[in-house]
């Protein structure tokens, strides 16, 4: 569709929809632009259905007229496009109610959390305004808001088909483009409108129309950056400046707004249910540290403020080994109907097995229906969702999401054994037996592929262990293998092979790229990453197998730390932590090879795993039930035959 194809334009959304349309009356001053606000009383069905040429844009998800909507699609040409939200710049802001409605105060409906805390702890507005510091937004955790937030953006421009923008690149990379958490900056909205119009196919007369505007948005709520935030992350505009509308009488510093706050909230008879933020653990931790004597300078130590899980001797040494339990936030609950899947290195088929057994909706996709119980064992059936073996590294698992989905074809398709049986080269232990022709090799990777799709379209949690950050690529194709090629095959050229230590960059840049393909057929999918706490076989680095280890796990535990704190919906579970942990005499590894992990090491695992993550009233996975597994089903590991 182009300009001359359009006779009108209906924008449909909140308020940032009307500076939408005010900006796309700039850029196309010949088109007639409608703009419907999401809860006014128009019957935007017939207005849709008028025999007209006609571009509809869609906020969403808070677009309240979603069938009217649906049913235009045929007719007109629709594009949804996200509301933008973001707090990393205004992190203490936020929005309580009492009665389902919102609390009324100097700047509206927005309010400060400090300022709240304040009046309900029975504070002077002197004493809270000393609360406005670096020491407390840390300990509030509000630097943490502007990467969640971030995040949270990138999210939403790639769920609507909007990513990839330099302009998108350059605002996160820039100063603040927020008046406050819902309002955007004008050249935000005007970024959009160019990029809804580029997907609509149309070269606007106008490209840069916050060059020719006024900013309606600036003349409502204006929440400022504090000037401990604006140090932190570098940009400028830091005050204590608080705006309800652009007039003397509006406008408050942080003293007078604290005032006009503490006025607000005495008539509204508020508490600390009207938002879950002062009832966090966070808020806790506040009455914790502002309680301590400030006079004596020991006392002043912000640590004295922290819960016991901060602390190595009363988290560690005083509990003991089998005591230990890392875990403090769990990201997310599993119930009976959740679906979980599990793929990663040799120690993931541990957790996936203990799944299976403990009443959860562990899902498996490619099963071995029909065979019986020890041939399914023997053939790999069920050690992880899909028949895909052991996964050890990032780029592995993209690889394995392009071929399942067509946009990836190595030239490797399949290896001879030496006893002249074939395997399938990304997973040449799943077939003992091998496939007698290149064939029954294909044949096979044509329905584990679509086993492969199933799961990542159905899974909503995905379970991942980070194993090794060695591998082994082709050079033509950089095709990633879970086992050196010359150790399946003696018939491969070596020279088409090369091995491959991945970064601590590539690693996290893998992970990103996986979420980001995950999203696109699961996207309210969460995935718990963990690293494995088994030690390598072999290197083929000239050093150490103990310093390639270390190095490998160190990089693999920082890149998982990396990915969880830019993404909100990927977690860590410290399963690595709980193993490998050389702090206590016991060890939760084999004597016999100081490698495999002993069952009531996974049993320590999976009872902390259970316990944070688990909605069932269930028994949890006993020893008993363990050893039976272990006896069940041996752990499969390709990277062992490098030592045979």
């Known amino acids: 569709m182009t300009e001359s194809q359009i006779e009108t334009i209906t924008v449909l959304g909140n308020c940032q929809g009307d500076t939408l349309a005010a900006c796309l009356r700039r850029m196309l001053p010949g088109v007639p632009v409608d703009y419907v606000r999401y809860h006014d009383d128009v019957d935007v069905a017939s207005m849709l259905s008028a025999e007209k040429r006609r571009l509809v844009l869609a906020q969403n998800p808070i677009m309240s007229f979603a069938s009217d909507v649906e049913s235009a699609r045929g007719t007109h040409q629709v594009i949804d496009f996200p509301a933008i939200v973001h707090a990393g710049f205004h992190p203490d802001l936020i929005r309580p109610k009492t009665a389902s409605r919102l609390v009324k105060g100097p700047l509206g409906s927005n309010h400060s959390a400090i300022a709240i805390y304040g009046f309900l702890r029975g504070l002077d507005e002197r004493q809270t305004e000393a609360l406005f510091c670096n020491d407390v937004f ?99 505009g830091g005050e204590y400046v608080f705006q309800f509308k652009p007039s003397p009488r509006h406008t408050y510093d942080l003293r007078s707004f604290i005032a006009a706050s503490y006025e607000a909230y005495a008539v509204a008879g508020i508490d ?94 490619e099963a071995g229906e029909g065979l019986d119980p020890t041939e399914r064992v023997q053939r790999n059936f069920g050690v992880y969702s899909a028949r895909y073996g052991n996964i050890y590294t990032p780029r592995q698992l993209v690889q394995l999401f392009e071929r399942a989905h067509g946009t990836f074809e190595p030239r490797d398709t399949a290896w001879q054994r030496a006893d002249g049986r074939y395997v399938d080269p990304f997973r040449p232990e799943i077939e003992p037996d091998g496939f007698d022709s290149i064939a029954a090799v294909a044949a096979a990777r044509e329905e584990h592929f679509a086993a492969v799709r199933t799961l990542f379209r159905d899974v909503d949690v995905l379970v991942f262990t980070l194993g090794l950050t060695e591998a082994w690529q082709a050079v033509d194709d950089e095709a990633v293998f879970p086992l050196c090629p010359m150790v399946v095959s003696g018939s491969l050229a070596p020279d088409r092979y090369a091995p491959i230590n991945f970064s601590h960059d590539q690693i996290v840049d893998d992970l990103s790229r996986f979420l980001s393909l995950l999203r696109t057929v699961q996207p309210s999918v969460k995935v718990l990453l963990t690293v494995s706490p088994v030690p390598l076989v072999a290197t083929f680095e000239n050093r150490h197998v103990l310093v390639s280890t270390t ?15 830019s993404d909100p919906s990927t977690s860590y579970f410290p399963s690595y932590e709980i193993v490998s942990n050389p702090f206590f005499a016991a060890s939760y590894f084999d004597p016999e090879d100081c490698r495999s992990v002993l069952p009531h090491g996974v049993d320590h695992v999976m009872r902390v795993f259970l316990k944070h993550y688990s909605r069932l009233e269930l028994e949890r996975a006993t020893s008993a039930r363990a050893a039976e597994l272990d006896e069940e089903q041996k752990v499969v590991c390709e990277e062992e035959r490098l030592d045979r």
């Open 272 to 365: 600390a249910s009207c938002h879950p933020r002062l009832q966090s653990e966070e808020m806790d931790r506040l009455d914790l540290w502002r309680t301590a004597d400030r006079q004596n300078v020991q006392t002043q130590n912000p640590y004295r403020a922290f819960p016991d899980y901060q602390f190595w001797r009363r988290s560690v040494a005083s509990v003991g080994h089998d005591g230990i339990d890392p875990v403090v936030k769990p990201g997310f609950q599993l119930d009976r109907d959740t679906r979980i899947g599990t793929a990663g290195s040799c120690f993931a088929q541990h957790i996936a097995r203990r799944l299976a057994a403990s009443g959860h909706n562990y899902l498996v996709t």
């Open 138 to 236: 840390q300990l509030l955790g509000y630097y943490d808001a502007m990467a969640e937030s971030n995040a949270h953006l990138c999210r939403q421009f790639a769920r609507f088909d909007l990513a990839g923008s330099a302009e998108l690149d350059d605002l996160l990379a820039g100063g603040c483009f927020m008046h406050n958490t819902l309002h955007p900056k004008l050249g935000v909205i005007a970024m959009m409108a160019r990029l809804l119009l580029g997907k609509a196919g149309i070269t606007p007369q106008v490209h840069y129309p916050e060059n020719l505007m006024a900013d309606e948005l600036a003349n409502n709520v204006i929440w400022p950056i504090y000037p401990e935030i604006a140090k932190h992350f570098k940009v400028t």
């Open 551 to 565: 190095a490998s796990k160190a990089i693999l535990r920082s890149a998982a730390d990396a990915v969880c704190r």
